[in-house]
């Protein structure tokens, strides 16, 4: 099997499991995004979001790292943004939530120029994934990162609803 079939199966079965995890949620938990009057419209994310009645879940930041343990991408941002995007959906299914539940995002880019960060946020809103930075979202260009050869990191927090008891689901 090709890895591009491989990587269209992975995909199909992550969107399954949002959608599964959306319809067997008890209760609605408001996520309310908005911009605020008087102040630029930001490129592609919102300036704030307020959730009421949620349990919050932390991603610790995602980095470019295979299940091997070995960097993807080096030298190349997007294909990190891929790798850093892969992890954090799996991070999203073990936590029981979906893109459209995360909050707020903050993505790191090692970077020398303006224009690699540019396409790194172009990649992000262009990817399967894209509701993690239509929400809060903060683009920071860094001098380094934790890895050798890491150019993109990934940290996110997601609210999930409470059942009606205010206690976590399951």
């Known amino acids: 099997m090709s ?7 992975t995909r199909t079965r992550l969107l399954r499991k949002w ?6 949620r008890l209760g609605a938990m408001p996520i309310e995004r908005s911009n605020v009057p008087g102040l630029a419209q930001p490129p592609g994310y919102m300036h704030l979001a307020t959730v009421s009645e949620a349990r ?3 991603i610790a930041g995602q980095v470019p790292l295979n299940e091997r343990g070995e960097l993807v991408g080096r ?3 997007i294909a990190q943004v891929r790798q850093c995007l892969r992890n ?13 539940d995360v909050v707020r995002t903050t993505v790191y880019v090692a970077a020398q ?16 994934l894209w509701a993690v ?4 979202a903060t683009l920071l260009g860094v001098r380094h990162l934790g890895y050798e050869g890491q150019l ?10 409470l059942d009606q008891l205010g206690q976590d689901p399951g």
């Open 3 to 9: 890895a591009e079939r491989r990587r269209g199966l």
């Open 19 to 24: 959608l599964l995890v959306g319809l067997i």
């Open 56 to 58: 919050l879940v932390y």
């Open 75 to 77: 030298g190349d941002a």
């Open 88 to 100: 954090l959906a799996a991070c999203l299914v073990a936590a029981g939530a979906t893109p459209g």
């Open 113 to 128: 120029e303006r224009a690699v960060l540019e396409r790194v946020w172009q990649a992000l809103l262009d990817s399967e």
């Open 133 to 136: 930075v239509r929400t809060p």
């Open 152 to 161: 993109v990191e990934i940290e996110c927090t997601a609210a999930l609803p």
